[in-house]
């Protein structure tokens, strides 16, 4: 499953918004530094989707706040 996720670091409170199937908000208090924010929008997806870390993988946008990420289950 490919989605659409738009990234939120240094956000207050971590939390995922479902916009529709493909696109989500995803908000983690990670700063953007050394892939940090990255792995910690990796383990949230992971914990909502009920799947592993090693499932969910960044295709686009390693350095952007927009990402296209696979998610294998």
Do not use: W
């Not at 995803?26 to 914990?47: D, F, S, T």
């Amino acid at each position: 499953m490919r989605i659409n996720v738009k990234a939120k670091p240094n956000s207050k409170h971590e939390s995922i918004e479902k916009i529709d199937e493909n696109n989500f908000i995803v908000c983690v208090k990670e700063e953007p530094r050394q892939g940090r924010a990255n792995l910690a929008i990796r383990n949230a997806l992971a914990v909502y989707f009920k799947t592993g870390t090693s499932n969910v993988k960044i295709i686009s946008g390693h350095t952007s706040r927009n990402k296209i990420i696979d998610i294998m289950f």
